[in-house]
């Protein structure tokens, strides 16, 4: 008996039946500075509505080398900040002007249309943090645009674990920020040992290690790789040797087609389009945050013929 050959399009995504599957997240820049990108990953595009991941530093930061993003749109997400050293203060075109420090969240909902602005001033020190994104729903992602902070959050002990809830509930405990759709974000404290997390069957999960190393069901994963696990279990064993950081990101499967391009989501090209246009045209969708650098230029459409990529 021959064995079939697999397919050279098969999915690149390892399978895992019942187990866990590791990808690597791959480097990616963000206003100069190397960034984890570990969603959108071919293969797998969402865990939940989390669309985008981006894990950065620990890196120094001062007035010389600051954290200066400049301003720059969304649409049709939200998008959550979370440090774990350093401080950031956030803009945004709502008037919004909010430091953010470690064991708080920043969630700006972008709706129609949003612009902000992240610096870290005249902090000195190191930086160290996650950038996530969550896909709004077709309901309300024409929404108008809002932002909050809150400062405080709650946490729950499991084993070897303290669990900080983001987002959603873990544990019958359920944080106050205002999301759209059935998902969960938690910090995790691991370590030493084991923790044993209670997970709603019906979402799939990733873990995202920040900080250390902890084994997901006996893998070991660091930082630079997401663990993900299908729909279908009720809990989750994590070990860490010693102490370690880590993500639990969860959600129902996003059951709508989502196309994503610079710092826009949406459902067609033609929306896509829409809103480069009204960024590069300085249109009042997009309205106007006080900061003293530059307006990102929106790179080229890839898809649009007879221009070339970044026209800006
Ligand atoms: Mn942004």
Redesign the pocket.
Known sequence: MRRPVPSADADPVPSHPGGVELLAAREALVAGTAVRRALPRRGRRTVGAWCFADHFGPAPVSPDAPVA?GP?P?TGLQ?VTWLLEGEQRHRDSLGSDQVIRPGQLNLMTAGAGVV?A?ESLDFRGRIHGV?LWVALPDTVRASPPSFEHVAELPSVALGAAVATVLVGSLAGVTSPAGVHSPILGADLRVGPGTAGLPLEPAFEHAVLVLEGAVEVEARTVAPGTLAYLGPGRHDLALRAGSPARALLLGGTPFGEPLLMWW?FVARTREELGAARRAWVEGDDRFGAVVSGLDRMPAPGLPWASGRGQGDG
């Open positions: 993003i720059h969304h998008t902000h992240e950038q710092n």
